[in-house]
């Protein structure tokens, strides 16, 4: 009985930890140059997580893809009248996928940080039209979001740079990085929020839906800002690039002041 009753005390103790652990609370706030290592951080492992999923995962949502890959091994199949090809072929698709899409990304990453990544205070904390926030959680920095305004008719603001450290997700810190730039629309005026991503991940898109986003538009593209493009990388790399929107009036979202 002793022991039952010490096995029990102990699994109260790790449902208690487990219970406060749920609890704790994720803090957005303005970006700090202290900020700028794990930024960076959180930054490229969250763009090199796309290289698998353009490579692999997304190409079941490419039949144009997968229509170009099949005639390319009957091709070379008539050509060759080898069987080993049809063998071969797919694999070195796949690794061509892998290295092209690896590719694309390092250069979109270098083309960052020779942007508005590489100088954050000066791109967003300078004028009150953008804005760079982090989210900090057991004071550790785990996630980050911009808005950065359009300029266009209508009053709109662009979400962008959201990424949260593969540590800390399912835990609210997407969801808190987003209100925070729905709060920066209101408190600015902005009647909408616009945002694009190029993410297979389903979490991404119930993320936004979650916050809501309606998603408004979504194009093949194979083009990355920075990417010096080839012909091989044309045939090897294409991304699903999604838009979304979400007005802000019709949402009745408030900001922290009007409450």
């Known amino acids: 009985m002793e022991e039952i009753t010490r096995?029990?005390?102990a699994q109260k103790q790790d449902n208690g930890r487990k219970e406060q652990q749920g609890f704790q609370t994720v803090?957005?706030?303005?970006?700090?140059?202290?900020?700028k290592a794990e930024i960076h951080r959180i930054f490229y492992?969250?763009?090199?997580?796309?290289?698998?999923?353009?490579?692999?995962?997304?190409?079941?949502?490419?039949?144009?893809?997968l229509l170009l890959y099949t005639a390319l091994t009957v091709v070379c199949f008539v050509s060759t009248m080898c069987w080993w090809v049809?063998?071969?072929?797919?694999?070195?698709?796949l690794c061509g996928r892998?290295?092209?899409?690896?590719?694309a990304i390092l250069d979109y990453l270098e083309h960052a940080m020779s942007g508005d990544m590489g100088d954050m205070e000066g791109f967003y904390m300078k004028?009150?039209?953008?804005?760079?926030?982090?989210?900090?959680?057991?004071g550790k920095v785990v996630g980050l979001v911009a808005a950065v305004d359009q300029k266009q008719p209508g009053g709109a603001v662009m979400l962008q740079r959201m990424s949260v450290d593969w540590r800390c997700r399912r835990c609210g810190v997407g969801v808190a990085l987003g209100r925070k730039v729905l709060e920066f629309?209101?408190?600015?005026?902005?009647?909408?929020?616009?945002?694009?991503?190029?993410?297979?991940s389903p979490a991404v898109h119930k993320l936004y839906l979650r916050l809501?986003?309606?998603?408004?538009?979504?194009?093949?593209?194979n083009v990355t800002p920075g990417a010096n493009w080839s012909l091989l990388e044309q045939i090897f790399y294409r991304v699903r690039h999604h838009e979304y929107i979400l007005d802000v009036q019709n949402n009745g979202i408030t900001s922290n002041k009007q409450k």
């Open 127 to 138: 004028s009150p039209a953008s804005c760079l926030w982090v989210a900090v959680l057991e």
């Open 45 to 65: 492992e969250g763009m090199m997580e796309r290289v698998v999923d353009a490579a692999f995962r997304g190409l079941r949502y490419h039949p144009e893809s």
């Open 7 to 9: 096995k029990t005390d």
């Open 185 to 200: 629309a209101v408190t600015h005026g902005y009647s909408r929020v616009a945002l694009g991503t190029t993410a297979y």
């Open 86 to 93: 049809i063998g071969l072929l797919p694999a070195l698709v």
């Open 27 to 35: 803090v957005v706030r303005e970006f700090e140059l202290a900020d």
């Open 98 to 103: 892998y290295f092209y899409s690896r590719r």
């Open 212 to 221: 809501g986003f309606r998603r408004v538009g979504v194009t093949i593209e």
